[in-house]
C-alpha cells in the first residue's frame, strides 16, 4: 500500500512570486486536505477536495486553491506569495469526505519565503 | 466552532514514567477525537480516534485515551514512556455531523521529551 507522498520536499521562494506543491493519495483514498502548518503551531486547515470539486475551506484567502485531478491526486498553489506564508504544507488523504474517517498524512513540503 | 486546548506546550517524563498529554476540546456537536503524533521533518501519523463507541480507545505503541463527555476532555496516556516515544503530540476534533466534511482543528501541540 502507498502512502501520500508530497513533492518537492523542500522549496525557497520569494515574496511575490506562485508556488504550486504537489500531492499523492494513499492508494484507494478519494478525498485530499490541505493543511499549514507554522513553525510551533498545529496544522491548520486550508481545504478539501472531493471527486475533483472543493468541498470545505478554512480561513485562508483566495490566493490559496487547488484542484484534485481524476487520480485523486491533487495541487495546492499559492499566488503573490508572502513572508507569513512560510510553513510547513500537509497534504492528507482519506476513504471518505465525512468526520469520522482518519486522514493520512504525508511528510510535508517545507516552503520558505524571503 | 470547535476549539482544542492542550495544556502544557513542553511535557518531560523519565523513561518507564507515566505519560499523560492533556487535551480538552469545545464543540457545538458531539465530536469526533483523535491524537496525532508528528516526528522531526514527518507528517503526522495517527495514534488513535474516538468516534462515539467505547469510551476507552486503545490506539498504537501502547497509547490509550478516555473520552470524558463531562470534563470535554481527552487526555492521552501510556503506562510507561520509551525513548522512542519522544515528539511532538497533538489532539484534534472533527464534527460528527458531517458538516465540516473532515475539517480536523488541532492543538497547538504538546512536546514529549523523555529522559534515560
Known amino acids: 500500500e502507498t502512502g501520500v507522498t508530497q513533492s518537492p520536499t523542500h522549496l525557497i521562494k520569494t515574496r511575490g512570486q506562485q508556488v504550486t506543491l504537489r500531492c499523492s493519495s494513499q492508494s484507494g483514498h478519494n478525498t485530499v486536505s490541505w493543511y499549514q502548518q507554522a513553525l510551533g503551531q498545529g496544522p491548520q486547515f486550508i481545504f478539501q477536495?472531493?471527486?475533483?470539486?472543493?468541498?470545505g475551506r478554512g480561513n485562508f484567502p483566495p490566493r490559496f486553491s487547488g484542484l484534485q485531478f481524476p487520480n485523486y491526486s491533487s495541487e495546492l498553489n499559492v499566488n503573490a506569495l508572502e513572508l507569513d506564508d512560510s510553513a510547513l504544507y500537509l497534504c492528507a488523504s482519506s476513504l471518505a469526505q465525512g468526520g469520522n474517517s482518519p486522514l493520512h498524512f504525508g511528510n510535508g513540503t517545507r516552503l520558505t519565503v524571503t | 466552532a470547535q476549539s482544542v486546548t492542550q495544556l502544557g506546550s513542553h511535557v518531560s517524563v523519565s523513561e518507564g514514567a507515566l505519560v499523560l498529554l492533556r487535551c480538552n476540546y469545545s464543540?457545538?456537536?458531539?465530536?469526533?477525537l483523535f491524537w496525532y503524533v508528528q516526528y522531526p521533518n514527518q507528517g503526522l501519523q495517527l495514534l488513535l480516534k474516538y468516534t462515539s463507541a467505547a469510551t476507552l480507545v486503545k490506539g498504537i505503541n501502547g497509547f490509550e485515551a478516555e473520552f470524558k463527555k463531562s470534563e470535554t476532555s481527552f487526555h492521552l496516556t501510556k503506562p510507561s514512556a520509551h525513548m522512542s516515544d519522544a515528539a511532538e503530540y497533538f489532539c484534534a476534533v472533527s464534527d460528527a455531523g458531517g458538516t465540516s466534511y473532515g475539517k480536523l482543528t488541532f492543538g497547538q501541540g504538546t512536546i514529549l521529551t523523555v529522559h534515560p
Open positions: 477536495y472531493y471527486r475533483e470539486e472543493e468541498n
Open positions: 464543540s457545538s456537536v458531539p465530536p469526533y
